[in-house]
């Protein structure tokens, strides 16, 4: 299908949605990809990790025209090595979400709201995050869903390796809905703290979270 979403959020920041419908070799036939980008691709072992390198090249392409190539930070996040805009970049088996700014640091994160959160509960929550899980099924599901979101968006906005999601990444109660906003904490290695304010919203059964600035 290709370009799945556009969406202009109002402090300059565009986010983009690419829906994985193609074949490997459409993908590959119908994309540029810079030398250093195919070598990483064609030595994945795994088809569906391929689709997601190409279908993600396939958007950086539609979002700047021009040709961009990709650094890493210490943590994976990636990084444009020829532009001062900001990125990050997330993964479903089905869509490619990207962020970019033009000034400020970024972080996305998407997840098949399908899919088993229970681990999220054990690895990524403080006691205080596990006391505020609701009873009810279905509520408690989409809170996973949005604390993990939004802490995988904050793991790429920081640009940290090595971080405790449960300790040191700590979002504010929330009440959860199709779409909303979120507070956040993260607390560094030295006991420093930084405040964010993150959103999130449903897009077709996947959880989408996002931090700006």
């Known amino acids: 299908m290709g370009l799945f979403l556009k969406k202009k959020l109002k402090d300059e920041a565009d986010i983009s949605i690419w829906e994985i419908t193609e074949s490997e070799d459409e993908l590959l036939n119908g994309t540029s990809v810079p030398n250093n980008e195919l070598e990483e691709i064609e030595i994945a072992k795994s088809p569906l990790r391929r689709k997601e390198m190409l279908a993600e090249r396939a958007l950086i392409n539609n979002i700047f025209g021009d040709k961009v190539y ?27 979400a990207i962020i970019t700014h033009p000034t400020e640091n970024v972080g996305i994160d998407i997840e098949r709201l399908n899919r088993p959160f229970d681990s999220v509960e054990k690895k990524a929550l403080s006691p205080e995050e596990i006391e505020d899980l609701s009873d ?25 390796h090595n971080i405790d999601f449960a300790k040191q990444f700590k979002i504010e109660r929330f009440s959860p809905h199709e779409k909303g906003e979120l507070k956040a904490i993260y607390t560094d290695e030295d006991g420093n703290e930084r405040f ?7 897009v077709d059964n996947h959880m989408m979270v996002w931090q700006i600035g």
Do not use: M
């Open 196 to 202: 964010f304010d993150l959103e999130y919203q449903t």
């Open 70 to 96: 990709l650094g890493h930070h210490e943590n994976e996040s990636p990084f444009i090595q020829n532009s001062p805009i900001h990125i990050s970049i997330s993964h479903t088996s089905r869509f490619v």
């Open 136 to 160: 009810d099924e279905k509520e408690r599901h989409l809170q996973l869903a949005i604390y993990w979101c939004s802490k995988e968006a904050l793991y790429k906005r920081v640009g940290r």
